[in-house]
């Protein structure tokens, strides 16, 4: 069982749909938040509330449910084959289903607040794109954050690439998930997982605006 970092709760939920084992529902944990995780697959090394269903159809009966009013924060990093420059290295991205749109649409009728995460060339619009560089972690992974806020708050550091950065390959997986930070996941979890610094600065910035958009007391 992963032991857990402390934090300082912020008294809010996230829904991280498409979950993985967790890279990103960690980001939210470090940054206060309460984390349950939805993802088709089992999940044995998720370290937070875990449920294993279809992301959409999960998203679909909790929204038509109202259950949905649980969550702060909806999250979803939808299957990135369809559009990773990477599958059409390896084979063919029409193999794999565009879940992205259907997702987004399915977001915003929820009606909660929500982040969208996939590579930078998917269909999104890019209000926060982040790389492991900006964090001090030594990897170069770039992921394109779309939210309901539209972006905004603090500025980052640009990209380092620098030499001695980590790409991703497959003789070098625990090095590379570790230097991500994912060191509870296995080598094969973590090919699809993304560093917790993201979503935890992302949840941070979330923050910012929910604290600014609340009205005064």
Not at 12 to 30: I, K, P, R, T
Not at 31 to 39: K, L, Q, R
Not at 40 to 58: G, I, R, S
Request: one cysteine or more.
């Amino acid at each position: 069982m992963t032991t857990l970092p402390p934090r300082a709760p912020n008294g809010l939920h996230v829904l991280d749909l498409c979950s993985g084992a967790g890279g990103l529902s960690m980001g939210y944990y470090l940054a206060g938040y309460d984390v349950t995780g939805v993802d088709l697959h089992p999940m044995p090394n998720y370290p937070f509330t875990f449920h294993q269903a279809d992301a959409l159809e999960y998203l679909e009966r909790i929204t038509a449910s109202g259950e949905i009013e649980r969550y702060d924060l909806v999250h979803a990093s939808w299957p990135c084959q369809h559009f990773a420059n990477v599958t059409n290295w390896r084979g063919n991205s029409a193999d794999h289903p565009d879940l992205l749109t259907p997702g987004r649409e399915l977001m915003q009728a929820a009606g909660r607040p929500w982040v969208i995460e996939n590579v930078p060339e998917a269909p999104l619009r890019p209000d926060y794109l982040l790389c492991g560089s900006q964090f001090g972690l030594n990897v170069r992974r770039h992921r394109a954050f779309e939210t309901s806020w539209g972006g905004g708050g603090d500025l980052l550091p640009p990209c380092w690439h620098h030499k001695g950065l980590l790409p991703f390959m497959h003789k070098a997986e625990r090095a590379y998930a570790d230097a991500m930070g994912c060191t509870w996941m296995n080598k094969t979890e973590a090919r699809q997982a993304v560093p917790p610094a993201y979503s935890e600065w992302i949840g941070q910035q979330y923050l910012t605006h929910h604290q600014a958009a609340a009205p005064a007391a």
